[in-house]
């Protein structure tokens, strides 16, 4: 699943301070590879150069 701007996301790293925080997609890049990164802001902060494996799409049915 590929995402666009203004998605809404939760990102699944590990590594992140934001892990399991949900955030919304400000900037889609393409890589040399043909493959998506993303930036993704939260509510203190953003992280850059996200994959698109490590972001889940928001139940927007809650």
């Not at 493959?35 to 494996?53: K, L, M, R």
Request: net charge negative; hydrophobic share 30%; no cysteine.
């Amino acid at each position: 699943m590929s995402f666009e701007k203004d998605d809404e996301v939760v990102l699944h790293d590990k590594h992140s301070e934001y892990d399991g925080d949900a955030g919304t997609i400000t900037q889609v890049m393409e890589t040399m590879f043909g493959e998506s990164t993303y930036t993704v802001s939260f509510e203190d902060g953003q992280e850059t150069g996200i994959p698109e494996d490590a972001l889940e799409a928001v139940d927007d049915e809650e």
